[in-house]
């Protein structure tokens, strides 16, 4: 209850917990003179509207109108009721709570306590982790440290690595046995697994390499611990926890953070080996995520450490290492297009990893590789270009297509210019004149692109309940009726449906495209479409994905398992869509793609009426004082012109919004079945 905790209680709560920290945490802020800046989480957001006074101890954001102090924040951000939040804020600031009394606070008192056990269970367990690394079962595991990963005592001891012996319950049994921890302690630590809710208790880490992941007051919250007989998996970390969030955590972080003030720079590598390598060799700002991809709420705690936000991503240079690299940028790319982040990328293309190139380089040669490492941008353009003969018809298009869509994402149009032109001569290989014709043709294609359907201000409420309902019957389609499966994926291609926009549904086209990627290989879709394919149709149509879904998101994704009932068991309406489920799904997807163009629609109707039109008066009156052009006998004509070229954008737009009509209503004739396809 609020009124629990003391009035003075919660002055100091609100004089001590600074809103900048508090709010960072959570969102990316950029300092912008003597206030910070960033995407507000209340709204559908894409510029920095959101704006924190250090002085003032106020948020508010210029869009939606939210506003208010760190407990405000807290409390709309995380859901928690007041005291909570005061209670957090609290604890994290070390401030003596006043009258605590009450149900509520029992409770809260019960968590502190099982939290305080928890870390005591671990604090021992590495402790006993270390022991084993320094006595005989541990001499191999030591030998690999010291001779395969080069590291010293010194390093070994400062990340307080360990060794998990072979064995099945050495570890529960000196926990339970010795320390005396109840046992449903231990199994909530994640240290050990019972199995199948019976009395036979093993040790989740065996015969591995252990590490241990601190939190930023350097307590141990869980463990890492690396193969060392080729067991899978190679790598292996403890279960989330009271105390331990995987997508919250950054290996090394504690350790990291003044040298990450110190040279304004976050570097990010993939495993926590490769931290600890590079804090061997003096790179001290260097993290590691756990095992899952990077997000924002990760690159918002390295923010923090950095004034200018400059983040690096140094992964393996492997198909593996570039796939990750791809994610993080998709996870983070609208904080870097709106400054928000300085997202630079660098690939060792010589060598594995970064421990690798330290082997034969100095750390003098490794930094100056950080500082002059590609803007995330570049490293996208050179992926585009990797490995494409431009000769062959089919690799440039496809090179120009992706080259559109990268390019198109870009909010300001001079780094938009900046980029035509640099590709344009990449594309024309030196070529003056050819250059030109090709940022042109490139520039119209972004214009055209970017505003295809893109924007959601332009959505209307009344379409957002139609298109959710319309992108469920997607899904249910391509689950009941598994030879549409290939031609629905087509048209997503042909129509340019950019995924879903519904979170939910998103999610579960993610999930059924990893499930036929784990029956039938990564590129499973280009295979079908060989004919020389391993992959047969019949085979990617048999995969019984009513089977499969509820069973993948029961282990992978619980929230979402208890939603998917009525695409697996639908009811009598979704039933009725089978009677003729190919025009069926014709007419959805005809739906889906109106939405977007009703969108540019709506785009195009505002430019076209935001231009100011030169009249045929100023045209004429432009050729008189003009001494240069005067007026010939070809007067119309020179005033049509002129009148044409001086507005050039407001007639664009004009033919664009005509055209974009015309194609809603061929979308309407092939929806109410006035179309044959082929």
């Avoid at 002085?55 to 859901?79: D, P, V």
Wanted: net charge neutral.
């Amino acid at each position: 209850m609020v009124h629990s905790i003391h009035p003075r209680t919660i002055q100091e709560v609100k004089e001590k917990a600074d809103i900048v920290d508090v709010i960072s945490e959570h969102i990316v802020l950029k300092k912008k003179g003597k206030e910070f800046v960033g995407i507000c989480p209340f709204h559908d957001d894409t510029k920095p509207s959101m704006t924190v006074s250090p002085s003032k101890q106020f948020y508010y954001c210029f869009s939606c109108g939210a506003g208010g102090n760190s407990i405000k924040f807290l409390m709309e951000f995380t859901r928690a009721n007041f005291s909570d939040v005061v209670l957090s804020l609290a604890k994290k600031n070390n401030i003596n709570v006043e009258n605590l009394e009450g149900p509520q606070v029992e409770a809260y008192k019960k968590q502190l306590s099982r939290k305080e056990e928890l870390y005591k269970i671990l604090r021992l367990t590495k402790n006993w982790f270390k022991s084993q690394l320094n006595n005989s079962l541990g001499v191999e595991a030591m030998r690999y440290l010291s001779s395969k990963r080069n590291l010293s005592n010194k390093i070994i001891d400062d990340f307080e690595l360990g060794f998990a012996p072979n064995s099945w319950n050495d570890l529960f049994n000196y926990l339970s046995k010795v320390e005396k921890f109840p046992i449903n302690q231990i199994l909530a630590s994640g240290l050990a697994i019972s199995k199948d809710n019976s009395d036979k208790i093993y040790d989740r880490f065996r015969n591995r390499l252990i590490v241990p992941i601190h939190d930023m007051q350097g307590r141990v919250v869980a463990f890492g611990g690396r193969s060392l007989d080729g067991q899978e998996p190679k790598y292996l970390n403890s279960p989330e926890s009271e105390i331990f969030e995987k997508g919250k955590m950054l290996f090394a972080f504690e350790k990291a953070s003044s040298n990450i003030r110190k040279r304004d720079k976050a570097i990010i590598v993939e495993g926590y080996f490769d931290v600890i390598s590079l804090h061997s060799k003096g790179i001290a700002n260097s993290v590691a995520s756990l095992g899952t991809a990077l997000n924002k709420y990760q690159i918002s705690q390295l923010c923090r450490c950095t004034d200018n936000k400059n983040i690096i991503l140094n992964f393996d240079s492997d198909n593996a290492g570039i796939l990750a690299t791809k994610r993080v940028i998709k996870e983070v790319e609208s904080l870097s297009l709106h400054d928000q982040i300085n997202l630079k990328i660098l690939q060792l293309n010589d060598f594995k990893d970064p421990d690798e190139f330290l082997n034969s380089h100095t750390r003098e040669d490794y930094f100056n590789l950080i500082d002059n490492s590609s803007f995330w941008i570049d490293w996208e353009i050179d992926q585009i270009f990797k490995d494409k003969d431009l000769t062959k018809s089919e690799n440039f298009q496809s090179v120009i297509s992706l080259l559109v869509k990268l390019l198109s994402k870009l909010p300001q149009s001079s780094t938009r210019t900046h980029y035509l032109q640099k590709v344009s001569e990449r594309l024309s290989k030196g070529q003056a004149r050819l250059a030109i014709q090709f940022e042109q043709d490139l520039r119209n294609q972004v214009k055209g692109f970017r505003w295809h359907g893109r924007s959601k201000k332009f959505e209307q409420p009344n379409e957002i309940s139609r298109r959710e309902k319309n992108e469920s019957e997607i899904i249910f389609y391509y689950l009941h009726c598994p030879d549409l499966r290939l031609f629905i994926r087509d048209e997503f291609l042909k129509r340019e449906i950019n995924g879903f926009n519904t979170k939910f549904i998103q999610n579960l086209w993610e999930t059924i495209s990893k499930i036929e990627q784990n029956n039938l290989g990564l590129n499973y879709l280009n295979e079908l479409k060989q004919s020389n394919s391993q992959i047969t149709l019949k085979e990617f149509s048999a995969l019984n994905l009513i089977s499969l879904l509820p069973d993948y998101l029961a282990l992978n994704n619980p929230d979402s398992s208890n939603k998917i009932n009525n695409f697996v068991n639908p009811n009598e309406l979704f039933l009725t869509l089978l009677s003729n489920p190919k025009d069926n799904l014709l007419g959805t997807l005809s739906l889906l793609e109106k939405y977007n163009s009703l969108k540019r629609c709506r785009h195009l109707i505002e430019s076209w009426g935001s231009q100011r039109l030169k009249t045929l008066e100023n045209c004429i009156s432009i050729l008189i004082d003009n001494p240069s052009s005067g007026l010939s006998d070809n007067n119309n004509q020179e005033i049509d012109d002129l009148f044409k070229d001086l507005n050039s954008d407001a007639i664009k737009f004009q033919e664009l919004y005509y055209l974009e009509r015309q194609h809603i209503n061929f979308l309407d004739k092939q929806r109410c079945g006035d179309f044959i396809a082929s």
